[in-house]
């Protein structure tokens, strides 16, 4: 059981990525599904989640109208698609999961928090730099 991202790179403020985050050993159908993130020195945060089932999103303040949170079925993917990218988006980008049940992302204050989670990727680096 694992989760394992990719896309993160180099890239020019202005410019645009995406992540992708690739589930094994279980479906991302019985899950609510999201991306962290960490600059250094500071705390990890939630950056977007999706819901399962219905498939809310929720997206940080700081992100919001610039990322958008996908996730293919067929392929038990997760994406975070990241356009006109700023230097304050360089972190690591991690994505997780939690069990449907916990209740995480049915709400959007729940993103504030990552104690639900049940699965994380290894984290991929953004680095936002002219």
């Known amino acids: 059981v694992q989760l394992q991202a990719s896309g993160g790179g180099l890239v020019q403020p202005g410019g645009s990525l995406r992540l992708s985050c690739v589930a094994s050993g279980f479906s991302l159908d019985d899950y609510a599904v999201g991306w962290f993130r960490q600059a250094p020195g500071k705390q990890r945060e939630g950056v977007s989640c999706r819901s399962s089932g219905d498939g809310t999103t929720f997206y940080a303040d700081s992100v919001k109208g610039r990322f958008t949170i996908s996730r293919d079925n067929a392929k038990n993917t997760l994406y975070l698609q990241m356009n006109s990218l700023k230097p304050e988006d360089t972190a690591v980008y991690y994505c997780?999961?939690?069990?449907?049940?916990?209740?995480?992302?049915?709400?959007?204050?729940?993103?504030?928090?990552?104690?639900?989670?049940?699965?994380w990727g290894e984290g991929t680096l953004v680095t936002v730099s002219s």
């Open positions: 997780a999961a939690a069990d449907a049940r916990s209740g995480w992302c049915r709400h959007r204050p729940t993103l504030r928090t990552d104690a639900a989670m049940d699965y």
